[in-house]
T-cell receptor
Framework: DARVTQTPRHKVTEMGQEVTMRCQPI?????VFWYRQTMMQGLELLAY????????DSGMPKDRFSAEMPDATLATLKIQPSEPRDSAVYFC???????????????FGQGTRLTVV | TQLLEQSPQFLSIQEGENLTVYCNSS?????LQWYRQEPGEGPVLLVT?????EVKKLKRLTFQFGDARKDSSLHITAAQPGDTGLYLC???????????FGSGTQLTVLP
């Protein structure tokens, strides 16, 4: 049963510390999304990759957030330094786009619940 | 940025009732998707609609894409407690480069 795997599931850290969240997309998928979910803002798109290349990270605070795909089986989202306002659930999703103009159906991981104190 | 508005934001109904959730935008989408999310889990895709005016049925759920591809609705017939969850619509833009989510409708079906 193919699924997106995210680690860790939960993370509590102190303000100022570095946080790294990892995602293993579904094998064969060519698109990876990072979303942040909060009660106030809902699901916000932070970044997404197509064939490992970053296509859009306009939703991500550039001064402290970074997203990478070192290889096709791993995507990372890093926050340095973390702040209490970063507390949220971070979701990774992957999908397969066959051609330009075709929408991507996203398959989500279970998320990383981050708490910054 | 394309804005997707969902209504109602919260809905609490009795088992057996019917309901409709709406997803509206001023932007045109190449496709629109509906997801359901349960506590502690990620959203799960229910359906994708692509053609203006398209209607898709999934058991007791009926999804419709507006003729102008700017809005969509989800209708649930004879709701059951198992339908409880956060329902999210998501639009893929004209360039299909992003998947933008609506604010969600939290549905509670009481037994």
């Amino acid at each position: 049963d193919a699924r997106v795997t995210q680690t860790p599931r939960h993370k509590v850290t102190e303000m100022g510390q570095e946080v790294t969240m990892r995602c293993q997309p579904i094998l064969g998928h060519n698109t990876v999304f990072w979303y942040r979910q909060t009660m106030m803002q809902g699901l916000e798109l932070l970044a997404y990759f197509r064939n490992r290349a970053p296509l859009d990270d306009s939703g991500m605070p550039k001064d402290r957030f970074s997203a990478e795909m070192p290889d096709a089986t791993l995507a990372t989202l890093k926050i340095q330094p973390s702040e209490p306002r970063d507390s949220a659930v971070y979701f990774c999703a992957s999908g397969l786009v066959h051609s330009e103009g075709a929408g991507t159906e996203a398959f989500f991981g279970q998320g990383t619940r981050l708490t910054v104190v | 940025t394309q804005l997707l508005e969902q209504s109602p934001q919260f809905l609490s109904i009795q088992e057996g009732e019917n309901l409709t959730v709406y997803c509206n935008s001023s932007s045109v989408f190449s496709s629109l998707q509906w997801y359901r999310q349960e506590p502690g889990e990620g959203p799960v895709l229910l359906v994708t609609v692509v053609t203006g005016g398209e209607v898709k049925k999934l058991k007791r759920l009926t999804f419709q894409f507006g003729d102008a591809r700017k809005d969509s609705s989800l209708h649930i017939t004879a709701a059951q407690p198992g339908d409880t969850g956060l329902y999210l619509c998501a639009g893929a833009g004209g360039s299909a480069r992003q998947l933008t989510f609506g604010s969600g409708t939290q549905l509670t079906v009481l037994p």
